[in-house]
């Protein structure tokens, strides 16, 4: 065990799995020399050397599309793009291919390839650097999307997706890639793509959140103590799991859901659809959503009132706990 | 050096075998089995019947759109025949003769066309990948599959089929140029058949050819009469040499035309003059490659005659099979969108079914 920030362990979860496997490459803008913007794969072209470790011409499409050969032709690419704004150019080989290889060709063209993306607000970044962009890839049959919220589900996570036999979109919340660090074990581990985490049960609601809001639910939580509530960590976005949710809304009867992707059509809409047609009944009020609003990610002058701070989670728990039909 | 001789600039195209079947370019006519000249011609008049009968079938409400191939079997199948058993052929979707020559089945290419995803199901001794309809998209997983060649020191290359129209797509660019700065084992033939269903080819770009954009990925270019086989089989053999020793993709611009429509659902006669298909006609590469093979004493019309019975025939035959066992099933269609179906899918699965015992069966003719 050893103390790890989200960066570092996603570093080492690469690190590991190169080592391990000799199929797997790592490449994108800058990720080789540099070793990424972020520094997400630093060290990693010195260790594993320029042909599994490169930087590409600036080309998302190319990026992702060169990695569905690869992954044909037996390969393991891990593949990033530099910001998930920038990840819309290669958005044609994702959802045109990526996603439906294993189909078209009826299982006898597996694609095992990992699409890496920082995403999310609150970095003070330039337009398209901010973006949350989890509807576009979820609503995508075929594709499995992932974001851990811990330097142990970082790691965990990344090395579940790389075994996995189908592309998985890893969308990484940079705002707390060095936010904090964890104990994480030193050898290799996988949490199971598809299964959410429960971070703390109780009985009066259920909130779910992922990626860097968790942090910001269980600070909300602190302020109204009066409230057991259960947090969940949803870590895989698609497919989801149907049956932690269930079981806790049934449990508590009332949900708020967090994130900071915009609001409609949004995976909030989704959970609640399927709270409602899975546990209805169970309902103490009405669910609600905090999110994004459905405007562009404003520039850093205007961002702080697009970002979902505790205190404006605080304020939905009790005015949910507050909840009179 | 052969890539030198023929400047796209200067309007240079490579030809050996006329339109009237007779070699014009003694030095470069390449030495070819006499086994492999007739696989080679035998691929081209099946490729030809299959889509002169497939486009029966589609008139007749027996298949889906079609795509036909008339007279551009050359262009592709000189192509494969350069290539070796280990190569890769990375498809657009106007590829099957191609695909025949390769080892797809007759069966797989009509089973496609007919709607039904096992066709893309391809033996799993044959490294083809599945049509590609999203224009241009293709180069990027040619790149892809010839980057992995390399880094596992395979001996194969890649050869990848775009249209004309295709190389206007920002992806064919993204895709030249990743396989050009690492050197890739890439062969990219364009089959330039002059029309993008309607948009003719001067629309595509305004160079003068296609070929001449390889200057701008460091890459040779060459034109090559693509109704030719044989310049067509010396050009893919020359730019795998290139690849095998490392030196990089080749761009290979196949000049032909298509006879037919784009697809069934396309009318040519809106866009194109008669006169300009009946020019083409002319240079049939089926007509030209048999005069050659008669001249060179390995065919004769009374076995061609043979042939073009057998091959109608087999496509009789092979299309009547698919007809009787294209059918897909419901399960099918969610096993294969992950390795194991999601709670999500399963549970969708089990409401459609409950819906249909409640409901009866659904009609799915």
């Given at each position: 065990m050893s103390n790890k920030t989200i960066l570092q362990s996603i570093n080492e979860a690469l690190d590991q799995s190169m080592d391990k496997d000799k199929t797997i490459v790592v490449y994108g803008e800058d990720v080789g020399f540099e070793g990424g913007v972020f520094?997400?794969?630093?060290?990693?072209?010195?260790?594993?050397?320029v042909e599994r470790v490169f930087d590409t011409p600036i080309a998302e499409a190319a990026i992702v599309g060169s990695a569905v050969g690869m992954a044909v032709n037996g390969l393991k690419p891990v593949v990033e793009m530099q910001f998930s704004g920038f990840s819309l150019p290669a958005f044609n080989q994702i959802a045109t291919h990526v996603a439906r290889f294993?189909?078209?060709?009826?299982?006898?063209?597996?694609?095992?390839?990992?699409?890496?993306?920082?995403?999310?607000?609150?970095?003070?970044?330039?337009?398209?650097?901010?973006?949350?962009?989890?509807?576009?890839?979820?609503?995508?049959?075929g594709l499995k999307l992932v974001i851990p919220s811990t330097p142990y589900d970082a790691k965990g996570l990344m090395i579940a997706a790389i075994n996995d036999p189908d592309p998985v979109i890893f969308m990484e919340p940079k705002r707390i890639y060095r936010a904090f660090k964890q104990e994480v074990p030193d050898e290799m581990y996988e949490i199971p793509i598809g299964k959410a985490r429960i971070v703390n049960p109780g009985n009066d609601i259920t909130i779910i959140a992922w990626g860097a809001l968790i942090r910001e639910v269980e600070k909300a939580v602190k302020l109204v103590p009066e409230v057991n509530a259960e947090i969940i960590d949803l870590r895989t976005i698609s497919p989801i799991d149907h049956e932690t949710i269930i079981n806790s809304v049934k449990k508590t009867g009332r949900v708020l859901i967090v994130h900071e992707a915009v609001k409609s059509f949004g995976p909030g809409a989704e959970l609640i659809s399927i709270i409602n047609e899975k546990?209805?009944?169970y309902l103490e009020a009405a669910p609600r959503r905090l999110t994004g609003f459905d405007i562009t990610v404003p520039l850093p002058k205007g961002e702080p009132y697009f970002i979902i701070e505790p205190e404006q989670i605080a304020y939905e728990i009790k005015s949910i706990m507050s909840f009179k039909a | 050096m052969l890539f030198e001789n023929f400047d796209p600039l200067k309007g240079e195209m490579l030809q050996i075998l006329n339109q009237e079947g007779l070699i014009v370019n003694d030095e470069l006519e390449p030495k070819i089995s006499k086994e492999t000249l007739l696989k080679m011609y035998r691929t081209m008049v099946l490729g030809r019947i299959a889509d002169e009968k497939a486009l029966q079938f589609q008139r007749q409400g027996r298949m889906l759109t079609y795509a036909p191939n008339i007279g551009q079997e050359a262009a592709q199948v000189g192509s494969m025949a350069a290539l070796s058993e280990q190569d890769w052929l990375v498809l657009a979707f106007r590829e099957s003769n191609a695909m025949l020559y390769k080892g797809v089945t007759l069966e797989q290419s009509f089973l496609y066309w007919y709607g039904n995803e096992n066709g893309s199901k391809y033996d799993e001794n044959v490294k083809v990948l599945p049509i590609n309809v999203p224009i241009g998209s293709q180069i990027n997983h040619a790149a892809g599959v010839a980057y992995a060649s390399k880094l596992q020191n395979k001996n194969e290359a890649t050869i990848v089929f775009i249209g004309d129209g295709g190389t206007s797509h920002g992806e064919f660019h993204e895709g030249m140029n990743f396989a050009a700065v690492f050197d890739l084992p890439m062969i990219t033939v364009i089959q330039n058949n002059h029309y993008a269903i309607s948009t003719p080819r001067h629309r595509a770009t305004k160079a003068k050819t296609l070929a001449q954009k390889?200057?701008?990925?460091?890459?040779?270019?060459?034109?090559?009469?693509?109704?030719?086989?044989?310049?067509?089989?010396?050009?893919?053999?020359?730019?795998?040499?290139?690849?095998?020793?490392?030196e990089g993709p080749t761009l290979i611009e196949a000049v032909t035309y298509r006879i037919g429509p784009h697809t069934t659902s396309d009318n040519p006669k809106l866009y194109r003059e008669d006169k300009e298909v009946e020019e083409w006609k002319k240079k049939d590469p089926i007509q030209r490659f048999k005069k050659y093979l008669i001249s060179k004493k390995y065919w004769t019309e009374e076995k061609d005659i043979i042939l073009q019975e057998e091959h109608k025939q087999t496509v009789l035959d092979t299309f009547k099979h698919v007809e009787e066992n294209g059918d897909v099933s419901l399960d099918e269609i969610f096993s294969y969108t992950y390795e194991s179906m999601t709670s999500n899918l399963k549970e969708q699965l089990a409401y459609y079914k409950e819906y249909l015992e409640k409901a009866g069966e659904k009609n799915v003719e």
């Open positions: 520094r997400t794969t630093a060290g990693l072209q010195e260790k594993y050397g294993r189909n078209r060709s009826r299982g006898k063209y597996n694609l095992p390839l990992v699409i890496r993306m920082p995403y999310g607000g609150g970095v003070k970044a330039l337009e398209h650097h901010s973006e949350s962009l989890e509807t576009l890839y979820a609503h995508i049959p546990a209805f009944l | 390889a200057i701008a990925y460091g890459i040779p270019g060459i034109q090559v009469d693509g109704n030719d086989p044989l310049a067509m089989y010396l050009a893919v053999k020359t730019a795998r040499e290139r690849a095998m020793k490392n």
